[in-house]
């Protein structure tokens, strides 16, 4: 007999997705959340490539804990922070911003847990 191949999604297809809709909310959260309206009005070009740099490394990431997430960040301000353009007292009151959201991040991010259906 020959096993039928099971239809759906791979597994590391199931990752990529979890990781965009978490990449997502934290932008969402950034721009809409609880200091949005302030957030939107400091939003400078350089702040918008920035934070998408950083969303493109979530994605990217497997697995995001609170280090890979404080790496992440820190990897992509150092480089910007060596910038002519980039005013280091906004680059470091943006930092501090995204830091602090990870608690609320991970909160979102988590996996729903699987439930077996009984027979």
Do not use: C
């Not at 939107?40 to 950083?54: F, N, P, Q, S």
């Not at 009151?93 to 699987?114: C, F, L, Q």
């Amino acid at each position: 007999m020959k096993k039928k191949a099971k239809k759906g999604m791979s597994t590391g297809a199931k990752i990529g997705i979890g990781a965009t809709i978490a990449a997502a909310g934290v932008a969402a959260y950034l721009l809409f959340g609880k200091d949005g309206k302030k957030n939107r009005k400091v939003v400078r070009g350089w702040a918008v490539k920035m934070k998408g740099e950083i969303i493109e490394k979530f994605e990217k990431a497997e697995n995001i804990t609170e280090a890979v997430y404080h790496n992440i960040v820190d990897q992509i301000s150092a480089r910007y922070a060596k910038m002519k353009d980039v005013d280091q007292a906004e680059l470091k009151a943006m930092v501090a911003d995204i830091r602090k959201h990870w608690k609320t991040m991970s909160k979102g991010a988590k996996p729903k847990a699987k439930t077996k259906k009984k027979i």
